[in-house]
């Protein structure tokens, strides 16, 4: 049982397979089987294979760790912290290098242990509570020898543990197998990867790369190849092994952000090429919590229509403090209040909405499409808001650069639950959105944080300007 749609020749569109909260394994359909039956399936067993269950992975294993079927070259493990990625790569390595019995040979018996530095090849993938040798049975457990970084199996099968730093160790070995560990972080990791795939050159090799997702173009290149599988899985899926209230300490610091589905999710998010916002920008400029604001404005950039594939209107809330000068006032974004597909008196009440549940000052719109419609739908709903239309006179990724420049310098700050906001800052460059759709979340943010930042800055400029 793999639970997995894992490419084969013939199957190129169906190369992943994510595992859910509620997929499970061999061992949790027998722990949910009646008494009776367990009682039955155990009865049967006589001791040595009593012994043996513990360490035969294929029961135990939930279906992202079991390596999906067909002709592949790589598989990737993608997943978040804790899902169970190190315990696969280990007993991958277990599986290549077994044989039926200690002393027969497996398909493996040269194997490439690779980690960002040698002390984490070391603890994590030979030491680790996850490592290989907690992996290993009794009459099957390698021997480890600190001289020569090496493991060595009672049928004389070795692995030995390398550097992504010293990708040059590399130069001159050879292996018919390989696990990768953490390869999104490697520093250089193109280099260590291709002097990888120099060594493997025995047999038939094949690679497992165990990974939380990073945009590094390494990863992007190897999810990108023919001979690549991948099975992927949220932290969430491993949480019967994860320590007590670890994940819940994860949800609430992480969940709703783009660090989140990165880092708990297992999520790979790509920024664009030349993206006005990286993944880094936006990790940095996280904060817990909003200080006292002196403005809050909810800004909408509306729909026209209602339909089932119409845009989003993109509502979104923020606020600044205004302390000193324009040039030294800070933004804080609130809340994404985005709604999909609504008519407009569906949005224009969210929106509403939205200025109530914050206290906003003012609400401010695009009008170029809807014009004074825009107004009107709102005041529909609320005659009395304070309304300013606004138009737009240059395309979206010159209107977006002035306030990306505002995130370079520090001065707005995003709190949590603002992952799809986010994800489409990611994709807008100076050329505009290279992302599916209408960046309607990015435009509503780019005019709130206009009316907050940039439009009193100009105005705190021109007397400044007239006096010299």
């Known amino acids: 049982m793999t639970g997995s749609s ?73 997943g978040g912290r804790g899902a169970g990625k190190t315990r696969a790569g280990a007993e991958w390595v277990r599986a290549q290098v077994e044989g039926a019995r200690p002393g027969d040979a497996g398909r493996a018996r040269r194997v490439a242990l690779v980690g960002e530095t040698l002390d984490q090849a070391r603890e994590v993938m030979v030491f680790g509570e996850s490592g290989i040798l907690a992996c290993s049975p009794p009459d099957r457990r390698p021997v480890w020898s600190a001289t020569r970084r090496m493991l060595t199996w009672p049928n004389e099968a070795t692995a030995q543990i390398f550097s992504a730093h010293d990708f040059e160790a590399l130069r001159g ?124 404005v909810v800004a909408v950039d509306p729909s026209v229509s209602a339909h089932a594939t119409s845009d989003a209107c993109g509502i979104v809330v923020a606020g600044v403090v205004m302390e000193g000068p324009p040039q030294d006032w800070r933004a804080y974004v609130l809340e994404d209040a985005t709604v999909e597909a609504a008519s407009p008196l569906d949005w224009a009440r969210a929106a509403c909405a939205a200025m109530a549940r914050h206290g906003a000052e003012r609400m401010v719109a695009e009008v170029n499409q809807g014009g004074a419609l825009v107004e009107t739908v709102v005041r529909q709903v609320d005659p009395l808001v304070p309304f300013k239309a606004l138009r737009a006179s240059r395309g979206k990724g010159l209107r977006a ?56 800055a100009q105005a705190w400029r021109r007397p400044r300007l007239r006096q010299l």
């Open 173 to 296: 070995p050879q292996f018919d197998a390989a696990w990768a560990d953490e390869l999104a972080k490697w520093k250089r990791g193109a280099e260590a990867w291709d002097m990888l795939q120099f060594g493997l050159r025995l047999g038939d090799p094949r690679a497992c790369v165990t990974t939380t997702p990073r945009n590094a173009p390494v990863l992007r290149d190897l999810l990108a190849s023919e001979s690549t599988v991948v099975t992927h899985a949220a932290t969430e899926a491993n949480a019967a092994n994860l320590a007590r209230g670890f994940l819940d300490e994860m949800k609430r610091r992480y969940a709703g952000t783009r660090q989140g589905r990165q880092e708990l999710e297992g999520v790979l998010l790509a920024d664009a090429e030349g993206a006005l916002w990286t993944a880094e920008m936006l990790v940095g400029c996280m904060a817990d919590a909003a200080p006292d604001l002196d403005r809050i």
């Open 6 to 78: 894992g490419r084969t020749a013939d199957s190129h569109p169906e190369r992943s397979t994510s595992t859910t909260p509620g997929a499970g394994s061999v061992a949790d359909w027998i722990a949910c089987a009646p008494a009776a039956a367990r009682a039955e399936f155990l009865g049967a067993l006589d001791a040595a294979e009593l012994a043996a269950l513990p360490w035969l992975f294929d029961i135990w294993a939930l279906p992202h760790q079991l390596p999906p079927g067909g002709d592949w070259r790589t598989w990737v493990i993608l």
């Open 401 to 456: 650069e002035p306030v990306a420049a505002l995130y370079e310098q520090g001065r707005v700050h995003h709190l949590r639950g603002l992952g799809a906001l986010e994800d489409q800052m990611a994709q807008m460059t100076a050329r505009g959105f290279s992302g599916s759709g209408s960046p309607d979340r990015v435009d509503a943010l780019v005019w709130a944080l206009h009316e907050l930042m940039i439009a009193p």
